[in-house]
């Protein structure tokens, strides 16, 4: 029986992702691709020797390839995908820079607290308010975000959804952010 793939609630749920990257393998970034978020990227984490990254919801983007091009050199990206993690980690096998991890980005308990100075959410937040139990979900995902970033680190998160998302991941509990909307970006 064929799984109905047309409403959104299916972007938070593993087997959606799985048959879509099984069926469509060309490189897709969400929102915008790297060069078009390169000046935001780079104020708030320019490319250093030590600077770690993790892509959270990273897909079959290309978004993470272009960072190392610019400079970075440790950029970890995960999904929930096994399909999308072991293409990715096929199409760049040389490339040490880039590490495809499978993990759900609820559970991150392989990292170390404070392991990352950025974490890039590109559209996994939106996709997991779109599901059951989303409130619960993004809540599980925004505090393992805060626990994987260093104390002085930056989440930039790119959201078609940012008037849903601020309340939930306590923006208002912070002295120094910057939120950033986009619109008809897709």
């Known amino acids: 029986m064929a799984r109905e793939t047309s409403s959104t609630q299916s972007y938070s749920e593993k087997w959606y992702w799985d048959d879509r990257y099984t069926n469509e393998s060309d490189s897709f970034d969400w929102y915008q691709n790297y060069s078009s978020l390169s000046p935001l990227i780079n104020l708030y984490l320019p490319p250093h020797p030590t600077h770690r990254s993790l892509v959270i919801g990273c897909g079959n983007s290309a978004f993470s390839e272009g960072m190392v091009d610019?400079?970075?050199?440790?950029?970890?990206?995960?999904?929930?995908?096994?399909?999308?993690?072991?293409?990715?980690?096929?199409?760049?096998?040389?490339?040490?820079?880039?590490?495809?991890?499978?993990?759900?980005?609820?559970?991150?308990?392989?990292?170390?607290?404070?392991?990352?100075?950025?974490?890039?959410?590109?559209?996994?937040?939106?996709?997991?308010?779109?599901?059951?139990?989303?409130?619960?979900?993004?809540t599980q995902m925004i505090e393992e975000v805060w626990r994987v970033l260093k104390d002085k680190g930056v989440y930039i998160l790119l959201s078609a959804r940012l008037h849903m998302e601020l309340p939930i991941i306590g923006f208002g509990c912070l002295k120094n952010h910057h939120a950033l909307g986009l619109q008809n970006s897709m």
């Open 70 to 138: 610019a400079g970075y050199e440790d950029v970890v990206n995960i999904d929930i995908s096994s399909v999308v993690i072991d293409a990715m980690n096929k199409k760049h096998s040389d490339r040490p820079q880039l590490k495809y991890l499978k993990m759900d980005v609820r559970d991150m308990k392989a990292f170390e607290d404070a392991s990352f100075d950025a974490v890039i959410d590109k559209g996994t937040l939106d996709s997991i308010l779109c599901g059951s139990n989303s409130r619960q979900h993004s």
